[in-house]
């Protein structure tokens, strides 16, 4: 019988009930026993969906309050003094260490969080000591919620992070020198501690994580699989048989490691990223070792198609038999949302397209049963769902011809601007009469309790456009009065029509959908809810023109128009996976082309195109994919930019001062100016656009605006003086790290203040 299995199940609920919890908990407002009262109600809940819709392999110690890195931080004592010596409650302990505690006379920050691999969910990033040691908590975590399901009736296979990962993952403590990997001999004994445990509470099979298999490793991390998972094997009947799990790409650079693992009871692959892998894995399995195959998407929202993913697991059991195949989710679920049934706003059309964790637990079962029973014995899923993929394919909203038509009549020459930098600056100088050390926003000025108000009256239906219109120019009316009495130099209309960046635009486009309830957790309690690209994308109208157009009317100086890029349109949505993201690119590239040109003709000559996203949609390797994928990129930025006039000033933003190696990346996207975030990390990161010999302009975050601390124009001054080390003075525009919309008002007029006092005594002194 071949079983179906899952990999990890989202942890917020159904409500984003546990974002409540936590945040009602760190607010004061519910008690510590009615937090891990919730949490365990919500495990039982997530266990249940999955057993009740035929799951065989069920996850635990998936769920975390936090996050599941940390969970092992603490389960295994890595826990940097700084934390510990407050003797905390563990659960106070663990939320000091996701998002810092300032309480009672403890005030220490959290522990650095970081993207997990190419996923838009971070974990906490291991922090190492020079004299670590490990030590299995009392009760650890893994071997408590493996009883607690058992104790309701459900066996599940427990997911543990496996010693190379958590390592390799991790960083040595600031101050530390210590290389993490190194540490390995150190660790194990902790983790035979931890399976012996949990074999003895009954678990017959673990899934160990070892993710990292799908990166370039260095040799000492390669090398250190094999004698981990020895040790991890001889444990023999004293531990449960483990499960190597790995996701988001393929492990076949890594094959030189499968050695060490063909004595483990079954290997787990990612067959939507990477379904080539299968016939190599195959060879590579040890003579018994079971396939996890990972066929059904843990990353999306779309439908699994049953036809393409039965005939993967089929092929699979042609050379294995039916008893050494897993039919499992791709990675862990977490990436998706709760459940499709809570949608009822999605046209009924697309929403049949859908499927998110809880109709994916249905999707694995389906797929087992028809490749253990013969298709018939689930025909009517079979038909449906072929019956879904037709729609789906065939529909008017997936097929926009006339978008189809643009896109194959784009030419390079379309990517180009007419002329090279040095002639449009000259136009631009003329056009726009900055001074020396411009100064300027990012685009977003403080979203007032005032601003989220008046939207959700509009979108409520309580007042009406008009009205809503005249509050919108309102409200652009004080930041420009205000960006006068600060006397910048390029004004930004403030962005409060906007709700989010990359919703709003996708609201104004042909081929989004929305979801009311589908959130996906990105970090601890926050998460966030990404549009849903189900077609063609075009643009029925302009999006930004109104409101850029009346900023300009009123003010008197140049006004920036301020439009999201079409990469960060694509990574921080849902993507389509019928159509390679090239494509969705370029077509999201020509909608942003149109309305660029449109603010051009509508007097903005400054226009700003932010691509936070760049740098995240990198794929995980060097090599061939990533350079492929820059080179779309960039594309698309450069097609949808380059319309305009040499006078026009092309302005973009990226929210990471670490672009250093793929600075040819953000050379080639030939963006008059540059803003970038700087004020946290050395302006030594600089020097790449003097060794680089870039000749365009950059604007370097004087301040970092995530923190409501106000800058003094002594230290902003000492800023601009470490940038003119590395920068030209004609070259350095003067602006924040990045957009205002999470400040209030009392310290962004005093911090912009000051910025706009410091460029004014270097121009005196330049
Ligand atoms: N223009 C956007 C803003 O200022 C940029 C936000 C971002 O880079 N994340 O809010
Ligand atoms: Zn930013």
Not at 108 to 121: G, I, P, Q, T
Not at 192 to 204: C, D, I, T, V
Not at 261 to 278: F, G, I, K, N, T
Request: hydrophobic residues 40%.
């Amino acid at each position: 019988m071949v079983q179906s299995s899952i990999l990890g199940f989202p942890r917020m609920g159904r409500l984003r009930d546990l974002k409540k919890a936590c945040e009602a908990y760190w607010g004061g407002k519910l008690s510590q026993e009615d937090l891990l009262k919730e949490g365990k109600r919500l495990r039982l809940e997530h266990w249940k969906i999955q057993k009740d819709a035929g799951v065989d392999i069920i996850p635990s110690n998936d769920f975390a309050f936090y996050d599941h890195v940390l969970d092992h931080i603490q389960m295994f004592n890595v826990i940097p003094e700084r934390y510990s010596k407050h003797k905390l409650d563990p659960i106070d302990e663990y939320f000091a260490m996701g998002r810092g505690h300032q309480k009672n006379g403890v005030d220490v920050s959290a522990l650095e969080m970081v993207k997990w691999f190419d996923s838009n969910y971070h974990y906490v990033k291991p922090t190492f000591q020079d004299n670590q040691t490990f030590k299995l908590a009392s009760n650890p975590k893994a071997v408590a919620e493996f009883k607690e399901a058992k104790e309701a009736g459900i066996t599940t296979r427990p997911v543990v992070l496996g010693p190379v990962s958590f390592l390799a993952l991790g960083k040595a403590d600031r101050g530390q020198s210590v290389e993490p990997i190194s540490l390995l001999d150190k660790v194990l004994p902790v983790y035979e501690e931890l399976l012996q445990a949990l074999k003895a509470a009954g678990a017959e099979t673990v899934q160990i994580d070892e993710p990292v298999l799908v990166f370039d490793l260095l040799p000492k991390v390669k090398d250190a699989f094999k004698p981990a998972y020895q040790k991890l094997s001889a444990l023999d009947a004293k531990g449960p048989q483990l499960v190597l799990a790995t996701y988001f790409g393929d492990i076949i650079h890594n094959f030189d490691v499968i050695p060490a693992l063909q004595s483990l009871y079954a290997l787990h692959v990612d067959l939507v990223r990477h379904p080539e892998q299968l016939e190599s894995v195959i060879q590579q399995l040890g003579p018994k070792q079971i396939l996890s195959a990972g066929v059904v998407d843990g990353r999306n929202i779309w439908k699994t198609n049953f036809k393409k993913a039965i005939e993967v697991v089929e092929s699979a059991i042609q050379k294995l038999g039916k008893d050494r195949v897993i039919v499992a989710t791709s990675s862990s679920l977490v990436h998706t949302p709760h459940t499709l049934a809570s949608e009822k706003q999605l046209p009924e059309e697309v929403k049949d397209w859908f499927s998110f964790a809880s109709e994916k637990a249905g999707e694995v079962t389906v797929i087992a049963k028809a490749v253990t029973d013969g298709p018939a014995s689930v025909r009517e899923q079979l038909e449906s769902n072929a019956k879904s993929m037709q729609a789906r394919a065939s529909s008017k909203r997936t097929n926009d011809p006339q978008v189809k038509d643009r896109q194959s009549k784009v030419t390079s020459a379309m990517h180009d601007r007419k002329s090279p930098f040095p002639q449009r600056y000259a136009q631009q100088k003329e056009k726009l009469n900055l001074p020396l050390f411009p100064t300027t926003t990012i685009g977003s000025f403080p979203q007032t309790s005032e601003i989220r108000v008046q939207r959700n009256k509009f979108t409520k239906g309580e007042i009406t456009a008009k009205e809503y219109e005249a509050f919108i120019e309102k409200e652009i009316q004080d930041v420009v009065k205000i960006q006068d009495e600060l006397d910048l130099d390029v004004y930004v209309h403030g962005e409060p029509e906007r709700n989010d960046m990359v919703q709003y635009f996708g609201e104004r486009l042909e081929g989004y959908v929305f979801t009311t309830h589908a959130w996906v957790q990105s970090y601890g309690s926050r998460c966030v809810r990404p549009p849903i690209i189900v077609g063609d994308i075009s643009r029925p109208a302009p999006m930004t023109v109104k409101e850029s157009k009346y900023a300009a009317s009123i003010s008197k100086k140049p006004m920036k128009g301020m439009l999201t890029g079409p990469i960060t349109c694509l990574r921080w949505s849902f993507p389509r996976d019928d159509v390679h993201q090239s494509i969705q690119a370029q077509q999201l590239a020509l909608a942003l082309r149109d309305e660029v040109v449109d603010l051009e003709a509508a007097g903005i000559f400054v226009i700003q195109v932010d691509e936070p996203a760049l740098r995240e949609g990198l794929p995980l390797r060097a090599g061939r994919e990533r350079e492929n994928y820059l080179s779309w990129a960039v594309d698309s930025f450069k097609l949808s930019t380059a319309g305009v006039q040499d006078s026009t000033q092309i302005h973009s933003h990226f929210c990471y001062s670490e672009f250093q190696d793929f600075f040819h990346a953000i050379a080639a996207l030939d963006a008059d100016v540059l803003s970038i975030e700087n004020s946290k990390s050395d302006a030594k990161l600089l020097r790449v656009f003097v060794d680089q010999a870039y000749p365009r302009h950059i604007g370097p975050g004087v301040y970092d605006i995530h923190s409501p601390r106000v800058p003094s124009e002594e230290e902003i001054k000492g800023r601009i003086e470490e940038m003119l080390q590395y920068l030209k003075p004609d070259q350095l525009w003067i602006n924040p790290d990045c957009g205002l919309k999470t400040r209030q008002w009392k310290e962004t007029k005093a911090a912009l203040g000051n910025m706009v006092n410091a460029a004014k005594y270097f121009r005196g002194k330049h």
